[in-house]
Every structure is written in structure tokens, then in C-alpha cells.
């Protein structure tokens, strides 16, 4: 599958570093090798789309091949679910895994091999520090570690305690197996990081094969190593890991095929929402949500629901470019990128939102008259439609005004607007209730003024509106989107502390304790949740949004894109707000 880029410009910009690696490696003859290694513990997200586009798009544009890879060295969390939407989302984005499939569990032979290699030749020791005893040895930024007791015990003693720690003679934290380099680097992540932790918990591929499991900073290098990987490219959390990586990459050489190198890039963070799978989560775990898909989610299911297009994400991550350094970017380009996209692709048809009643005093009650309208104004070959024009219809609430507001140029006592697509009508007053509401308007129709007819170029000043004809109103209802977060002050570290998982083999126990425990101050982002960020309405709309397929992207004329749900019925069509019309990101770069 190729990727298509919107982007005019894309061919003469200059290239990123990345690509400047990569290309200068493929001109050297070197074999481009990338691979994407999502854990399998939630859905993709838009930063997540990023890292596809360069793993995947940087192998096919210099001839290369992509892998995919489930990480699923953390037995406690992963799903088949999540594994399959996770495949169907990159497909999604328009991406093969051309390179092949594949586990970091595949690779627990392999790792446990290794570990024992190095075991024999005074790389690795077994330790029987506990969780806070390792934490006091470990030291500080400032402060050197100390060597653990059991640092220089004989290899063959190492080796038997290894042996027992698989054979399940243990429990868990009772033995951890670590790679003897050196406590007194200035590199935390390098004091003799455990390579190996005791857990009694079942994998959903191995079984109960094993009750020891690799840490990541040691199964990822020895994975990538395996597959032949030339670049493994990641996210800039993983810096301080880089020399641990290559370090078991150094040491385990003579058992593996390939010499991968690491290198980072900044991770995507965005305005008004959360990115991390842990937030993204909790969100679901604790209902603030309808689910992973939920059109508010900055998940690419979410998106795809929403009406965002694959398309309108691979401008998006080409638009952002890639740095080393870390941003967040304003969730208004990505707007403009969906509608970029979409004002291309989208049918236009009429909808109202809030439904305001206008009866033609001078049109015939049994009359009616089926008008044709295109569905795209610069696409013929997007094909038309009908619409039936008749003696009641509805105009939005706002398109009225009594008494108008200065410059209002809609519809009015005494005030012309255009109907669009078919007459000009005059405003002649209005009936209201007790309460002093409006509840219908009354107007009379210029019999000569019907679009596409001669005396239908006559000027006026009022706006041309959208309308439905009660003839054929559709009842729908309309789920307008706002972003997730009331304020940006919640984005603050968005990126886990990954570098403590290394050196802390209890590390993930905190973090399930964390997930199970929404009141910690990492959740902090849920106090600050938009209230309003769902705004369900009924409406009516033309009888075309019935018959389309949920997934359609249509443009409700004057409103903003729109797409089908799935939630719809024959009796009631849903519609998510895509995103609105105004393009406030091109205004704010003025
Ligand atoms: P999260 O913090 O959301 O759970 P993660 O890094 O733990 O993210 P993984 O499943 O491990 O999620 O990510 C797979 C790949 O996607 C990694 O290589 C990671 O660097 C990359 N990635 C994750 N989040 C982002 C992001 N916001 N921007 C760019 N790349 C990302
Ligand atoms: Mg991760």
C-alpha cells in the first residue's frame, strides 16, 4: 500500500534527521529494516499513528520493510482484543506489516539463552536484594550505587539459582537476575539493570511456560536484534536507554544476526486531550467515556468514528514534522488537516440543527417541487441529489431574529434571504407563545427567484440559508464534540516514567496498583475534564442521511462535516461532528 501525502510541498522539503539516516544507510546498501512495537494494553493513539507513519513509511519509501511486534513481555495486561484492533487500525492508516508479525514472546527462548551465556561468562548475576534494599544500592542522580552483596558470587551458583527461578522454586521478588555493569555510572539505567523478574501470572500466548519474565530493555534489543532490524526507532523517552541497549546488543553479538541501531524522536503530545494509554484507560475503566472508540478519544478508533480520515492523519504526522525535541501541538491542525480532507470527499447535503419552523404563506399547501442538487460543488462526478421544496420547512433557530442585531443579515421581519438551492423569501413576521418563544415564522416566497432560473441572479443582501423541508424532514440526532480537556494544564509529563521500569523490577506492580487507583495525583487530568465535551441534539435532515452507511463523511451545509454512526437506526440516523466549518487554526497563523 502507498502512502499518499496531501501535502504539496512534502518532496521539496528538506529531509528530517531520521530520514537523513535512514536514506544515507539505504545508499550505503544497507537493508532498511524498521518495525513498530506497540504493548498489546489499549488501543493506538494519534501518537502512536506518528511512530506508524515513520517506521512504516520511511521502510516502504527507501525499499525497505516494516515489522509489526506485540511487546508482550508484561504477561499481566495484554488482550487478544487489543492485539486485533491494534492490527485493524494500522491497516486502517493505509499500512502492511510487510516484514511479518511477530512477538516479543516468541523470543523468551532466545532471551533465556542469552541470560544464561551471560551468566557463565560473569555478565549477569542472580541477586537477592528485595524491592527497598535495591532501591538504597541503586543510588541517586548525584550519588553513585554500591554493589549488591551477591554482585560477585560464583557463576555456577548464579547459574542454579537461574535454573530454580525458572523451575518455580521461588517467589516472586524473592530473586531477580541482573546484568553486572556498573553502579557507579552516571547513567541510572545502566546500575545493574535486572534483566529477569519471578511472576507467577500467566501469558496469553506461553501459558504457564514461564514464571520468569524479561524486562523490555532486555527482550527489545535481543527482538530486534532476531528480525534483523537495522533502524529501531522510538520515541525520545528512551534516550537514557539507548546505552543499554546497545550493550545487549554488544554482548549477546555472537548469538544474534543483526547490529540494530536506536534512535529517538520526539513523542506527539496535543492540546485539550490525554495521550497516554494509562490516561486513556482510566478514562474507559471509570465510564467518562463510552469506550475506546468514543469520538472524544484520541484514539484512532475514536478518530475514525469521529469521521476523521486515515488520510487527514498521515497529513496531520507529515505537517508536524519530527524533531528531537518534545511539543505539544495544537489539536486546531489536526481540525484543519480532517477538513482539508474532507471538503474533497464529503457530499454536502442540508441538515438543521436546532429546528425553527417557516411556513410559505404564498406557496399552495398540496405543492410541492423536487429540486436536484449536486453533491459537490467542484465534483459532477460526485453524482446529485433531491430535495423536496414545500410550504412548511425548518431554518436553524439562529438564522431568526425579531429584532435584529446590528449587521445581521439574516432572516428578518421585512428582510430577504435566499433559500439555498431554491428561492428568494421575504420575511413578513412571526407568531411567538406565552412565553414569548418563537415558534413560527411566516414568509412569502419570489415566485421568480428559483435558483438556476433567470431571474434567479437578482441581489440581495440577506445570507443564503440552508433549510429541510417538513415534507421530508428525517428526525436525527446530532453528537457535537468538544475536546476532552477543559484546560491545557493537565498535560504537564505526559510521558511515563519508563526509565524507573528498568531499574525497578517491582515497577510493574506500582503501575497496576496506579491503573486500580484512579485518586493518585498521575489522575489528577480527571478533575480537569470538560464537562460539555458531549452535546446531544435533535434535529432533522434531508431523507439522503438515511440511506448512506454508517462511516459516511457528509458536509451539512453551513454546519461543519459530519459522520454516520453506527449507533444509528432506520428510525433515527445519528451523526458525530466531524469537526466544524471555520478553520480557526488558519485564522490563528494569521
Ligand atoms: P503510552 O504511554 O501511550 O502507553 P507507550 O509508548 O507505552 O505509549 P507502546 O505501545 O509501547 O506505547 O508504543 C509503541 C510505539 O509507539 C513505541 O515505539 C512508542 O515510542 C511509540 N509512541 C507511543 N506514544 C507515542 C507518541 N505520543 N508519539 C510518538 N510515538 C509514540
Ligand atoms: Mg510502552
Avoid at 514472546?105 to 551468566?119: G, V
Avoid at 461543519?560 to 433515527?572: H, I, N, Q, R, W
Wanted: aromatic share 10%.
Amino acid at each position: 500500500m502507498a502512502i499518499e501525502t496531501n501535502e504539496p510541498a512534502a518532496k521539496e522539503k528538506s529531509l528530517n534527521f531520521l530520514e537523513e539516516i535512514v536514506k544515507e544507510a539505504a545508499d550505503r546498501g544497507v537493508a532498511i529494516q524498521t518495525r513498530f512495537p506497540p504493548e498489546p494494553n489499549g488501543y493506538l493513539h494519534i501518537g502512536h499513528a506518528k511512530s506508524i507513519c515513520i517506521n512504516f513509511g520511511l521502510a516502504q519509501k527507501y525499499g525497505g520493510k516494516c515489522n509489526l511486534r506485540f511487546d508482550d513481555t508484561n504477561p499481566a495486561k495484554e488482550d487478544t482484543e487489543f492485539v486485533e484492533a491494534i492490527k485493524n487500525d494500522i491497516h486502517w492508516l493505509g499500512f502492511d506489516w510487510t516484514g511479518g508479525l511477530y512477538y516479543a514472546s516468541d523470543y523468551y527462548d532466545k532471551c533465556y539463552e542469552i541470560a544464561e551465556d551471560w551468566i557463565r561468562r560473569g555478565l549477569a548475576y542472580v541477586d537477592e536484594l528485595n524491592k527497598e534494599q535495591m532501591r538504597e544500592y541503586r543510588g541517586t542522580l548525584t550519588k553513585p550505587g554500591k554493589n549488591s552483596p551477591w554482585r560477585d558470587r560464583p557463576a555456577e551458583e548464579s547459574l542454579d539459582l537461574f535454573r530454580r527461578m525458572r523451575a518455580g522454586e521461588f517467589a516472586e521478588g524473592q530473586y531477580t537476575l541482573r546484568a553486572k555493569i556498573d553502579m557507579a555510572s552516571p547513567n541510572i539505567v545502566m546500575r545493574d539493570p535486572t534483566m529477569y523478574r519471578i511472576l507467577y501470572k500467566e501469558h496469553w500466548r506461553t501459558g504457564k511456560k514461564w514464571c520468569i519474565y524479561p524486562m523490555y530493555d532486555f527482550a527489545h534489543p535481543i527482538g530486534d536484534a532476531l528480525e534483523g532490524i537495522s533502524h529501531s526507532l522510538c520515541s525520545l523517552e528512551y534516550e537514557i536507554h539507548r546505552p543499554l541497549y546497545d550493550w545487549v546488543v554488544e554482548h549477546s553479538q555472537s548469538m544474534l544476526p543483526a547490529r540494530p541501531r536506536q534512535i529517538e524522536f520526539a513523542r506527539l503530545n496535543m492540546t485539550r486531550t490525554v495521550m497516554s494509554k494509562r490516561k486513556l484507560r482510566a478514562l474507559v475503566m471509570g465510564g467518562y467515556v463510552k469506550g475506546w472508540d468514543d469520538p472524544r478519544m484520541p484514539t484512532l478508533s475514536g478518530l475514525r468514528r469521529r469521521g476523521c480520515t486515515a488520510a487527514a492523519i498521515r497529513d496531520f504526522v507529515s505537517r508536524i514534522g519530527l524533531s528531537k525535541a518534545d511539543s505539544t501541538v495544537d489539536t486546531a491542525l489536526l481540525d484543519a488537516c480532517i477538513r482539508d480532507d474532507l471538503g474533497e470527499k464529503a457530499a454536502r447535503v442540508m441538515a438543521v440543527l436546532h429546528p425553527l419552523k417557516v411556513v410559505l404563506t404564498n406557496w399552495d399547501a398540496d405543492k410541492t417541487l423536487t429540486l436536484t442538487v449536486e453533491n459537490h460543488p467542484k465534483h459532477p462526478e460526485m453524482g446529485s441529489h433531491t430535495v423536496t421544496f414545500g410550504r412548511e420547512l425548518y431554518i436553524e433557530q439562529e438564522d431568526f431574529m425579531e429584532v435584529p442585531a446590528k449587521k445581521f443579515q439574516r432572516m428578518y421581519p421585512g428582510f430577504e434571504v435566499r433559500l439555498n438551492g431554491a428561492y428568494i423569501v421575504k420575511c413578513e413576521g412571526c407568531k411567538k407563545d406565552e412565553n414569548g418563544n418563537v415558534t413560527e415564522v411566516y414568509c412569502t416566497v419570489d415566485m421568480d427567484s428559483l435558483s438556476g432560473s433567470e431571474g434567479a441572479d437578482r441581489k440581495i443582501k440577506g445570507k443564503t440559508l440552508h433549510w429541510v423541508s417538513a415534507a421530508d424532514a428525517v428526525p436525527f440526532e446530532a453528537r457535537l464534540y468538544d475536546p476532552l480537556l477543559a484546560d491545557d494544564s493537565a498535560l504537564e509529563d505526559e510521558t511515563e516514567p519508563i526509565a524507573e521500569d528498568a531499574v525497578d523490577a517491582e515497577e510493574t506492580e506500582e503501575a497496576e496498583e496506579a491503573d486500580a487507583n484512579l485518586s493518585r495525583a498521575d489522575y489528577d487530568f480527571l478533575k480537569k475534564l470538560n464537562q460539555h465535551s458531549l452535546t446531544v441534539v435533535r434535529g432533522v435532515i434531508e431523507p439522503y442521511a438515511k440511506e448512506c452507511a454508517p462511516g459516511t463523511a457528509l458536509q451539512f451545509l453551513r454546519t461543519g462535516y459530519f459522520c454516520k454512526d453506527p449507533d444509528s437506526t432506520a428510525e433515527l440516523p445519528v451523526f458525530n461532528r466531524t469537526v466544524g466549518l471555520r478553520d480557526a487554526f488558519a485564522k490563528a497563523a494569521k
